[in-house]
């Protein structure tokens, strides 16, 4: 069983839908939880980073954690075209090792 | 700002031949800096990281070897390549219990 599992999708939905992206984990140790943006041949930029338990929002952008289901979640509201990507799950134990999902990609339909 | 830098962007090397790709950060001091590969559809391989000059620890045995000559300075190498050393590989900082910082990656193909 891997550490961190995360769906690779592809996830396809029509613009101006709400987007749930999730990653689920078995290391109960992890404080640290993030979530990348990639584009296609591009590096992954950080788009959320959120420390313990509790809910993080950005412009259309809401990070969730649950520690207690070690389940972690992303949503994404009024979903653009320009939001089709690859969205990857990491985390850490607080030191300098992030343990990654494999990636979900997600494609936004005009 | 921080900014880091990551060269060249696509590389395309017989087999047999050697690699050096190069990752200078800016800006920043004492960084943790990584390197990963990343094959087509997959997740992301973590290759080399160093805490700083001259300390590298490898995670995946292979053929590549890394060097951390300046603070800012990561260069990942090969002597010879192998036909699976075809990849996209990403050069990464970061400080402690922070995110990362990824550069724009090398696509490398072997031929």
């Known amino acids: 069983q891997k550490e961190v599992e995360q769906d690779p999708g592809p996830l396809s939905v029509p613009e101006g839908a709400i987007v749930s992206l999730n990653c689920t984990y078995s290391?109960?140790?992890?404080?640290?939880f993030m979530w990348y943006r990639q584009y296609s041949r591009k590096g992954p930029e950080l788009l959320m980073y959120?420390?313990s338990s509790g809910n993080k929002e950005d412009g259309r952008f809401t990070a969730q954690v649950d520690k207690s289901s070690k389940y972690i979640s992303l949503f994404i509201r009024d979903s653009q075209p320009s939001d089709s990507a690859t969205y990857l799950c990491a985390m850490s134990e607080g030191n300098y090792q992030l343990i990654w999902g494999a990636g979900t990609k997600l494609i936004i339909k005009p | 700002s921080q900014t880091i830098h990551q060269w060249p962007a696509t590389l395309v090397q017989p087999v047999g031949s050697p690699l050096s790709l190069e990752c200078t950060v800016e800006g920043t001091s004492n960084p943790n800096l990584y390197w990963y590969r990343q094959a087509a559809g997959r997740g992301l391989q973590l290759l080399f990281y160093s805490v700083g000059i001259g300390q590298i620890s490898s995670e995946v045995p292979q053929n590549l070897s890394a060097s951390r000559p300046q603070d800012r300075q990561f260069i990942l190498s090969s002597k010879k390549l192998l036909l699976s050393d075809s990849g996209f590989y990403l050069c990464?900082?970061?400080?402690?219990?922070?995110?990362?910082?990824f550069g724009s990656g090398t696509r490398l193909t072997v031929v």
């Open positions: 959120t420390y």
């Open positions: 290391n109960s140790a992890f404080q640290y």
């Open positions: 990464a900082w970061s400080v402690l219990q922070g995110g990362y910082t």
